[in-house]
């Protein structure tokens, strides 16, 4: 009889205990001195138990959560909960996006523009003209054989298509590295490249000896002088060049938004690689710095 009430007391003690097992906390448990039973006894908190489906399962190992911020930026950190690191890495990477995607789209819309400015106000033939006539040329060394002959130089139509059949791209290159900037004793520095080119929108209002070509060029020094200054090119070899340091930039910042992209991309994985591994380190520590028999007690909150 004695045993079954102490067998009856031992249940209803431990009923009650486990009933009250959500009021426990680890500051209420000790271990004895006195009492036999384990000489030391540590806690683990619910944090190191990770039962979230996917983050849980990068945050396991460094790898993981490499490559996962890697493919997306902050993915890593909010495996390792870091959930400030993964604002600030979607934030940069959010920003890189939109300030790319709107820059680009200017950038190329500006080119555009400075592509049909030039076709439309800028003649190779008025440049030929303008050459012949400086450096007393034969006309016909730049004209195409259809148009060689005539008694006078064909006439500018800033139409492009139709201006470039009428002159021999080769006989003008030829001319422009033999013609001279006025009394500087320099030769011009380029030879017209072949239409359409970037580089030939650019070179004509980047390179003064192209300024004639203009359809507002008004020879401001009289007898086709020509003066390597900006000050005496015409308003729209100074529009042109505008709008192509204008796209040039704007793309410039496209370019430069890819960039901190990718670095955002392998800062994020690396940051990610390494507090994992010093997470799981220092939990690998924690568990082998104990000696002697250990009592391991989990609590979540």
Do not use: C
């Not at 396991?60 to 890495?89: D, E, H, R």
């Not at 440049?127 to 148009?147: G, Q």
């Not at 015409?234 to 992209?261: C, K, P, Q, V």
Request: no cysteine; net charge negative; proline share 4%.
């Amino acid at each position: 009889m004695k045993h079954l009430y102490i067998f009856t007391l031992i249940i209803t003690l431990t009923a009650n205990a486990m009933a009250q097992t959500e009021e426990v906390t680890p500051s209420d448990m000790r271990y004895s001195s006195i009492l036999p039973g384990p000489s030391s006894m540590f806690y683990q908190s619910g944090e190191e138990i990770d039962n979230r489906p996917i983050l849980g399962t990068i945050a396991k190992k460094p790898g993981y959560t490499f490559l996962a911020s890697a493919v997306l930026p902050g993915l890593g950190q909010a495996a390792n909960k870091q959930w400030w690191k993964t604002g600030i890495i979607l934030a940069i990477e959010a920003a890189a996006i939109g300030v790319y995607a709107h820059k680009k789209n200017i950038g190329r819309s500006g080119e555009r523009e400075y592509e049909r400015f030039a076709d439309s106000r800028w003649s190779v033939v008025q440049y030929a003209d303008w050459l012949v006539d400086t450096y007393k040329y034969e006309k016909d060394d730049v004209l195409n054989p259809e148009y060689q002959g005539q008694e006078e130089f064909p006439e500018a139509t800033f139409n492009t298509a139709q201006d470039w059949k009428i002159i021999n791209i080769d006989g003008l290159r030829e001319l422009e590295r033999k013609s001279i900037y006025g009394d500087t004793g320099y030769n011009f520095s380029h030879e017209m490249p072949g239409y359409g080119s970037q580089q030939y929108y650019e070179l004509v209002s980047k390179y003064f000896q192209y300024g004639p070509g203009w359809a507002d060029w008004n020879d401001p020094l009289g007898g086709g002088r020509m003066i390597a200054d900006e000050a005496f090119m015409s308003d729209n070899w100074l529009e042109h060049a505008r709008i192509g340091y204008s796209f040039n930039n704007d793309l410039g910042i496209a370019s430069n938004m890819l960039t901190l992209l990718v670095v955002n991309h392998f800062v994020s994985a690396f940051d990610a690689y390494f507090t994992s591994m010093l997470r799981n380190s220092r939990l690998q520590a924690t568990a082998s710095m104990r000696n002697g028999p250990q009592l391991r007690l989990s609590y979540n909150f």
